[in-house]
């Protein structure tokens, strides 16, 4: 299937950890983005690649770290995870013209 | 098969000129239908949300409107500007654990 897969779907985890989000697009995208969905469900962008060089760097705590290995693959790492790291992270790719967006269904991430 | 489909996948349009983008979904329950503006290099600016009692709703020069009946949603740019050039990307989300699924995208360039 031609897809952005994200995993894991959900992860549960304590304060302090260390952890990390995978996503992989077969769609031969050369851009893809992290999002952030709020409390009241509207997506904040975080990172943009673009063959994998970063293009979109916004306001988020030096402890999330996106690591593109290469142009089909933006993991997004989170070091000593905090109770408001709590929400749910899209990665998704698309054209570099931002032509056919594609979403991956999301991770939902809790830290207790 | 998307749940959410949007057409056209990119338009041209002269500036000053009108359009409109168009949205289907098949998604269910229902809950609200978000129109996003993705500039490039930039993150999704919210441009209106819709809940299913709503089948207009006016945000300047955009205009969203809403057949819960039919599913289908469109976004109305009115005289249109340079800088409206842009990804419009429609998001719906269901009541099903406030699921959010998201269209491809059209990407839109306006032209003086």
């Known amino acids: 299937d031609t897809a952005v897969s994200q995993t894991p779907k959900y992860l549960v985890t304590q304060m302090g950890n260390d952890k990390s989000i995978k996503c992989e697009q077969n769609?031969?995208?050369?851009?893809m983005y992290w999002y952030k969905q709020d409390s009241k469900k509207f997506l904040k962008i975080m990172f943009s690649?673009?063959?994998?060089?970063?293009?979109i760097n916004e306001t988020v705590p030096n402890r999330f770290s996106p690591k593109s290995p290469d142009k089909a693959h933006l993991n997004l790492h989170i070091n000593s995870l905090e109770l408001g790291d709590s929400a749910v992270y899209f990665c998704a790719s698309s054209h570099r013209q931002g032509i056919g967006y594609t979403f991956g269904s999301g991770t939902r991430l809790t830290v207790v | 098969k998307n749940q959410v489909e949007q057409s056209p996948q990119s338009l041209i349009i002269l500036e000053g000129k009108n359009c409109t983008l168009q949205?289907?979904?098949?998604?269910?329950?229902?809950?609200?239908l978000r129109w996003y503006k993705q500039d490039t290099g930039r993150g999704p600016v919210s441009l209106t949300i819709m809940t299913f009692s709503e089948n207009t709703k006016s945000n300047g020069r955009y205009t969203a409107t809403l057949d819960a009946d039919t599913k289908q949603s469109s976004l109305h740019i009115t005289a249109s500007q340079l800088s409206d050039s842009a990804s419009y990307i429609c998001?719906?989300?269901?009541?099903?654990?406030?699921?959010?699924?998201f269209g491809a995208g059209t990407r839109l360039t306006v032209k003086p």
């Open positions: 949205c289907n979904y098949t998604v269910s329950p229902f809950s609200n």
């Open positions: 769609l031969g995208h050369d851009t």
């Open positions: 690649y673009n063959n994998k060089e970063l293009i």
């Open positions: 998001v719906v989300i269901s009541y099903n654990n406030n699921d959010m699924r």
